[in-house]
C-alpha cells in the first residue's frame, strides 16, 4: 500500500549529508522499535489474531499494547512498594527498639 520500507545499503555519490543522517536516524528508530515488536508477539500473544476483520486486528494490536504497558506499571509500583514497605518496617522496628529500651531502663 503506502507504506515503504527503506533498508541500509551503500549510499550513492549524489547523497548529501542531510540526507546520509536522515536515513540513518530512522534506522537507528526502527531498530529501537523491532525488538518491542518481538516482545510483544513473544510474551503478550500478539502472534496469532483470534479476531475477525480489521477492527480485530486493532483490537489484538491495542490489548497487546495495553498488557504491555500495564506490566511495565506493575513493575514500577513494584518497586515503589518495596522501597516504602523497608522504609516503613524500619521505622517501625526502632520505635519498638526504644520502647523496649525504656522499659528495660524503667525497670532497673
Given amino acids: 500500500m503506502g507504506t515503504k520500507i527503506i533498508i541500509p545499503d551503500s549510499p550513492p555519490k549524489q547523497r548529501t549529508s542531510y ?3 536522515k536515513l540513518r536516524k530512522g534506522f537507528r528508530r526502527r ?3 523491532e525488538p518491542k515488536i518481538g516482545h510483544l508477539k513473544g ?3 500478539l502472534s496469532r489474531n483470534f479476531y475477525s476483520g480489521i477492527k480485530g486486528d486493532n483490537n489484538n494490536a491495542m490489548l497487546a499494547a495495553a498488557a504491555m504497558n500495564f506490566k511495565r506499571m506493575m513493575n514500577k509500583w513494584k518497586d515503589k512498594t518495596i522501597l516504602f514497605l523497608s ?3 524500619n521505622f517501625f522496628f526502632e520505635q519498638i527498639s526504644t520502647f523496649i529500651n525504656q522499659l528495660i531502663s524503667s525497670i532497673n
Wanted: charged share 40%.
Fill in 19 to 21: 540526507e546520509k543522517q
Fill in 43 to 45: 510474551d503478550h500473544r
Fill in 31 to 33: 531498530a529501537a522499535i
Fill in 87 to 89: 522504609k516503613f518496617f
